[in-house]
């Protein structure tokens, strides 16, 4: 008893299965975590909008085409990167449930969606952008619990305190041997929580010009994203001796910061955040012209 209660204090135990069974339900947690993130998503997106003068309703809307794309183009990118990891069966490439979610393409294509039905309606599609930048990170961050649920994408074998546990069954065969791995699931997820804080933080602090978040958004996911594909070791194309994810982290590192150095030109100030229904502050008073004097019109 003794040596299993010291075992599950020097690892993180993974899940056996990645669905719970309730009567004649199967729940498959890697979609219930992905439901969770969009949740998330929605709400901080739609708190964000409504304090600068939004609509609830555009966030549902643009979240109702926008996940639907982010899905399809998650999978697609999932399809066309790592084709070799999916069932041989008909219905292999539809199996989003067994994970093979590529986050490049759900969001690449989500926030495009979301931008076109957001412009449509008319909506100042920059600041959207803002709003939605650290809900993407909240959403990424609860979104990697899927991973753990299915024992998959972990980093290298470690002996630390907080390393994974995972089943002989999903180790790869070079690692048969070793028990606990780096959990990047959680590594990421913490970095994409720390980061959503600091994007809140800076846009209430600073004064950015929309979309500078969104800009940060995907320079900050970058950088953090880079060091945690060092550790996985997951099979994946590499180019030059580096992951393929790497390599789209750096671009996107360098990316991001020069689209935030070119939406901060030209100076001006960002929107400032207001409470719906707020009364507009009064004019200011007319400047009061002498007698006998007429005013120029230059």
Not at 238 to 245: D, K, M, Q, S, V
């Amino acid at each position: 008893m003794s040596s299993l209660l010291v075992s599950l204090l020097a690892s993180i135990p993974s899940p056996h299965r990645g669905t719970v069974v309730l009567g004649p339900l199967t729940i498959h947690m890697y979609g219930l975590t992905l439901l969770a993130a969009i949740v998330a998503a929605v709400a901080i997106t739609g708190r964000r909008w409504v304090a600068r003068g939004g609509e609830m309703d555009l966030i549902y809307r643009c979240a109702v085409w926008g996940v639907g794309a982010g899905i399809v183009g998650a999978r697609l990118y999932h399809l066309a990167t790592s084709w070799d990891q999916v069932p041989s069966q008909w219905w292999g490439p539809f199996a989003i449930w067994r994970g093979g979610l590529g986050v490049w393409g759900g969001i690449a294509a989500g926030v495009v969606v979301g931008g076109i039905v957001a412009r449509r309606s008319g909506a100042n599609v920059a600041v959207l952008m803002d709003c939605v930048a650290p809900a993407l990170l909240v959403a990424q961050g609860i979104g990697r619990l899927g991973n753990w649920w299915n024992q998959e994408l972990y980093g290298k074998p470690t002996d630390l305190p907080w390393g994974l546990r995972i089943d002989s069954v999903h180790r790869p065969v070079q690692y048969l041997d070793r028990a606990t791995f780096h959990p990047t699931f959680l590594y990421e997820m913490l970095f994409d929580f720390a980061a959503a804080g600091f994007l809140i933080w800076l846009g209430r602090r600073d004064r950015i010009r929309p979309p500078g978040l969104f800009a940060l958004y995907v320079s900050v996911y970058c950088f953090g994203r880079f060091w945690i594909e060092a550790l996985r070791i997951d099979p994946a194309h590499r180019i030059a001796g580096l992951r393929l994810n790497d390599w789209i982290a750096a671009i996107g590192f360098v990316a991001g910061l020069v689209w935030f150095r070119h939406t901060q030109k030209g100076g001006g100030s960002r929107p400032q955040f207001r409470r719906r229904n707020a009364k507009p502050a009064p004019p200011p008073p007319a400047m009061a012209v002498p007698k006998g004097r007429v005013r120029s019109g230059r």
